[in-house]
């Protein structure tokens, strides 16, 4: 305790009722989680196996259990839970799928398999991906606000929110006879459960005797309810949040949820965490100063011991091509002459469009960089084919995975054949694999398609056998060598090197499969594959942006993106009225929302931070005049320096590329 500074040791110690701990950016608020589960185990006596911390995202909720794995030693940890909210979730479906009316193993539906059910039920509206895009958005956002099919129909405005939910109807029904829930089920499911089984959720509450909740201003309404329930009258609480970073409006987040805390526990405690251990002094005044704009139930003022730190620069471009220009050259200089890592360079902006032309510069120069939000491991296609092969393994109603695979590698089963079979379960409500079962398909495919369908299903029927009977991933070796899919990756492959690299990928799934079924057998020894795979699949969805990689690349990536991290030099490109604050924004009236995204990208700065913006963008094949952001004006004049703006602009770049030469000139005459 002794590393924590006053205000973390007093959230820490503090258990005699409901906590908000106001954690402003970089104030160490994963410290104070982490040290405050190892008081509640190691000061209070409460079993580890009766606390629950919940964050957002799988990265996070990896490193809170690592450190506490660090503060509380052996057995004591046993059975404690640190989990995303999706994960606790699922882990409450599974105990209660009984009560829910689930079968066992039902399947979780990602977001392609979401748009895929959608599209076909939207099929004869001829509706095209934006509008599939559209209605999965809307059903997601009725979804997190507890909005049922039956109240969406009856609020629905205008013919497209009519379609949403009328759709929203046949699609949940869908899911239903799919023995699936998608994400956004994760958590209206159980809370559901919970409204409608008092005794049900008493189980739970005294499982879950206190709950600590990690970035909570992004709590969307059910994960906010969840939260009230399993607390029940307890008031056993700590929630940290910041209201100023709250930046996923648009994916239902609440922020206001943080005020709510002090209506439903009038006894609630505030600590603020104030100090803050990333950034520079200059850096904090003028996200404070920037952010002090925004009304505030609760008012924060970060602080640093850091020192004052260089002026925060502003640079004006001509266009769009210069200011990416100048990021590049300037990160190559700054590489060269004061040997900067390529890694502490970030680069954030509002959308994705804005990187393309940085990469080609990035590129022309030879810089290497890292685009985060890339291509995921899970949607991969290798990967996909895989997980359909265990989503179907595990839950013989996922049809959407039925379909992926059955004809994966080639089996001869065409089109005409999947659509009568198609027909035919539809007709009987069955699942497309029950279907190759029956002999009522006998009137309806000849002989020899049938015998394909059931040999493909035997086959899988004899692996599920295997997989319970004995060791279930030796079993799925066993497939991926039955089905000869690595044969299948090298013919639909351009190159032995890419067809090695997807073969690999295979291979780690069933490494990954195979880790994550030991570590759920730990904590319950039952585990099985079903319990495995879905947990598989979960991360799946969790993980797309997450994947680990520490090579010395400029990190190139949306603000939104770029929450939770911290770099030693950050530039912040397109401070422009229009794309930071978004024009959407403008438009609506949600101005507050962009100054938290922009305070979140300043607060990312540990040392240097630059903003840069261009006078004209080409739109549309045109090039338009740009306004300044007008977050530019909210920022303290004394500690910015505004560069470009002047005629020296020229003769300055011309000095600066100089001296990379000479730099550069000086590297080669050393070697």
Same mark, same amino acid.
């Given at each position: 305790?002794?590393?924590?500074?006053?205000?973390?040791?007093?959230? *820490?110690?503090?258990?005699?009722?409901?906590?908000?701990?106001?954690?402003?950016?970089?104030?160490?608020?994963?410290?104070?989680?982490?040290?405050?589960?190892?008081?509640?185990?190691?000061?209070?006596?409460?079993?580890?196996?009766?606390?629950?911390?919940?964050?957002?995202?799988?990265?996070?909720?990896?490193?809170?259990?690592?450190?506490?794995?660090?503060?509380?030693?052996?057995?004591?940890?046993?059975?404690?839970?640190?989990?995303?909210?999706?994960?606790?979730?699922?882990?409450?479906?599974?105990?209660?799928?009984?009560?829910?009316?689930?079968?066992?193993?039902?399947?979780?539906?990602?977001?392609?398999?979401?748009?895929?059910?959608?599209?076909?039920?939207?099929?004869?509206?001829?509706?095209?991906?934006? #509008?599939?895009?559209?209605?999965?958005?809307?059903?997601?956002?009725?979804?997190?606000?507890?909005?049922?099919?039956?109240? $969406?129909?009856? *609020?629905?405005?205008?013919?497209?929110?009519?379609?949403?939910?009328?759709?929203?109807?046949?699609?949940? %029904?869908?899911?239903? =006879?799919?023995?699936?829930?998608?994400?956004?089920?994760?958590?209206?499911?159980?809370?559901?459960?919970?409204?409608?089984?008092?005794?049900?959720?008493? %189980?739970?509450?005294?499982?879950?005797?206190?709950?600590?909740?990690?970035?909570?201003?992004?709590?969307?309404?059910?994960?906010? %309810?969840?939260?009230?329930?399993?607390?029940?009258?307890?008031?056993?609480?700590?929630?940290?949040?910041?209201?100023?970073?709250?930046?996923?409006?648009? @994916?239902? =987040?609440?922020?206001?949820?943080?005020?709510?805390?002090?209506?439903?526990?009038?006894?609630?405690?505030?600590?603020?965490?104030?100090?803050?251990?990333?950034?520079?002094?200059?850096?904090?005044? $003028?996200?404070?100063?920037?952010?002090?704009?925004?009304?505030?139930?609760?008012?924060?003022?970060?602080?640093?011991?850091?020192? =004052?730190?260089?002026?925060?620069? *502003?640079?004006?471009?001509?266009?769009?091509?210069?200011?990416?220009?100048?990021?590049?050259?300037?990160?190559?200089?700054? #590489?060269?002459?004061?040997?900067?890592?390529?890694?502490?360079?970030?680069?954030?902006?509002?959308?994705?469009?804005?990187?393309?032309?940085?990469?080609?510069?990035?590129?022309?120069?030879?810089?290497?960089?890292?685009?985060?939000? +890339?291509?995921?491991?899970?949607?991969?296609?290798?990967?996909?084919?895989?997980?359909? !092969?265990?989503? *179907?393994?595990?839950?013989?109603?996922?049809?959407?995975?039925?379909?992926?695979?059955?004809?994966?590698?080639?089996? &001869?089963?065409?089109?005409?054949?999947?659509?009568?079979?198609?027909?035919?379960?539809?007709?009987?409500?069955?699942?497309?694999?029950?279907?190759?079962?029956?002999?009522?398909?006998?009137?309806?495919?000849?002989?020899?398609?049938? &015998?394909?369908? @059931?040999?493909?299903?035997?086959?899988?029927?004899?692996?599920?056998?295997?997989?319970?009977? +004995?060791?279930?991933?030796?079993?799925?070796? &066993?497939?991926? =060598?039955?089905?000869?899919?690595?044969?299948?990756?090298?013919?639909?492959?351009?190159?032995?090197?890419?067809?090695?690299?997807?073969?690999?990928?295979?291979?780690?799934?069933?490494?990954?499969?195979?880790?994550?079924?030991?570590?759920?057998?730990?904590?319950?020894?039952?585990?099985?594959?079903?319990?495995?795979?879905?947990?598989?699949?979960?991360?799946?969805?969790?993980?797309?942006?997450?994947?680990?990689?520490?090579?010395?690349?400029?990190?190139?990536?949306?603000?939104?993106?770029?929450?939770?991290?911290?770099?030693?030099?950050? !530039?912040?490109?397109?401070?422009?009225?229009?794309?930071?604050?978004?024009?959407?924004?403008?438009?609506?009236?949600?101005?507050?929302?962009? @100054?938290?995204?922009?305070?979140?990208?300043?607060?990312? $700065?540990?040392?240097?931070?630059?903003?840069?913006?261009?006078?004209?963008?080409?739109?549309?094949?045109?090039?338009?005049?740009?306004?300044?952001?007008?977050?530019?004006?909210?920022?303290?004049?004394?500690?910015?320096?505004?560069?470009?703006?002047?005629?020296?602009?020229?003769?300055?770049?011309?000095?600066?590329?100089?001296?990379?030469?000479?730099?550069? %000139?000086?590297?080669?005459?050393?070697?």
């Amino acid at each position: 305790m002794s590393k924590l500074n006053p205000r973390q040791r007093e959230a *820490v110690h503090y258990i005699g009722g409901p906590l908000l701990v106001l954690a402003g950016a970089g104030s160490g608020k994963t410290s104070v989680i982490t040290r405050k589960i190892a008081y509640l185990v190691q000061e209070c006596g409460i079993e580890a196996r009766h606390i629950a911390a919940v964050t957002f995202t799988n990265k996070a909720a990896r490193e809170m259990k690592e450190r506490v794995g660090g503060l509380i030693q052996g057995k004591a940890s046993r059975g404690l839970t640190v989990s995303t909210f999706h994960n606790l979730g699922l882990n409450i479906i599974r105990r209660e799928h009984k009560a829910l009316g689930f079968k066992p193993g039902f399947s979780i539906f990602d977001d392609q398999d979401s748009k895929a059910l959608l599209r076909d039920l939207l099929i004869h509206h001829d509706e095209d991906a934006d #509008h599939v895009q559209m209605v999965q958005h809307q059903i997601s956002s009725w979804k997190n606000d507890m909005v049922e099919p039956q109240q $969406a129909l009856e *609020v629905a405005q205008g013919p497209h929110e009519v379609l949403a939910a009328r759709a929203y109807e046949a699609y949940n %029904r869908h899911l239903r =006879a799919y023995n699936a829930v998608d994400f956004d089920d994760l958590i209206l499911v159980p809370v559901r459960l919970f409204a409608a089984q008092p005794a049900v959720l008493e %189980r739970w509450q005294n499982r879950i005797r206190y709950l600590l909740v990690d970035e909570y201003q992004d709590t969307n309404l059910s994960q906010y %309810r969840l939260v009230r329930q399993l607390v029940g009258h307890r008031s056993a609480l700590t929630v940290v949040g910041d209201d100023d970073q709250s930046i996923y409006a648009w @994916r239902g =987040a609440r922020p206001e949820n943080l005020a709510q805390l002090q209506e439903d526990f009038p006894g609630l405690k505030v600590v603020k965490l104030e100090q803050n251990y990333r950034s520079t002094s200059r850096i904090l005044k $003028a996200a404070n100063t920037l952010i002090a704009n925004n009304p505030h139930v609760f008012d924060k003022t970060l602080w640093s011991e850091m020192g =004052a730190g260089d002026p925060i620069r *502003v640079i004006h471009t001509r266009n769009e091509d210069a200011e990416c220009d100048r990021i590049a050259t300037e990160i190559l200089d700054r #590489h060269l002459r004061e040997k900067i890592q390529f890694r502490d360079f970030a680069v954030l902006y509002r959308g994705n469009h804005q990187s393309r032309l940085l990469e080609m510069k990035l590129q022309s120069y030879q810089v290497p960089y890292k685009l985060n939000g +890339g291509t995921s491991f899970f949607s991969r296609a290798e990967i996909k084919d895989l997980m359909c !092969y265990l989503k *179907v393994l595990v839950n013989r109603e996922d049809d959407n995975a039925f379909l992926r695979i059955i004809n994966l590698p080639r089996r &001869e089963i065409g089109p005409t054949t999947l659509e009568k079979l198609g027909q035919y379960s539809s007709e009987r409500h069955i699942s497309l694999f029950d279907a190759c079962h029956e002999i009522g398909l006998e009137q309806v495919l000849p002989e020899r398609a049938i &015998e394909r369908l @059931r040999r493909f299903c035997h086959m899988l029927e004899s692996l599920y056998q295997r997989c319970t009977q +004995g060791d279930p991933i030796a079993a799925i070796r &066993e497939l991926i =060598a039955e089905i000869e899919y690595e044969d299948w990756i090298r013919q639909n492959c351009s190159s032995d090197a890419v067809a090695d690299k997807r073969i690999q990928n295979v291979w780690f799934l069933v490494d990954s499969l195979r880790s994550t079924l030991e570590r759920l057998q730990e904590d319950d020894p039952d585990a099985g594959i079903e319990e495995a795979i879905a947990r598989l699949m979960l991360l799946d969805m969790l993980d797309r942006q997450e994947e680990e990689d520490d090579s010395d690349r400029v990190q190139l990536m949306t603000l939104h993106a770029s929450k939770g991290l911290e770099f030693p030099h950050v !530039y912040l490109m397109g401070m422009e009225e229009e794309l930071l604050p978004h024009r959407n924004s403008i438009e609506s009236d949600t101005i507050e929302e962009e @100054r938290r995204l922009a305070y979140v990208g300043i607060t990312r $700065a540990k040392r240097t931070l630059a903003m840069t913006l261009a006078k004209k963008r080409r739109q549309f094949g045109e090039e338009v005049e740009c306004a300044p952001s007008r977050f530019l004006e909210e920022l303290p004049p004394e500690d910015i320096e505004t560069e470009g703006l002047g005629q020296a602009s020229p003769e300055l770049n011309r000095a600066r590329g100089k001296a990379t030469l000479n730099s550069l %000139r000086g590297m080669f005459d050393d070697l």
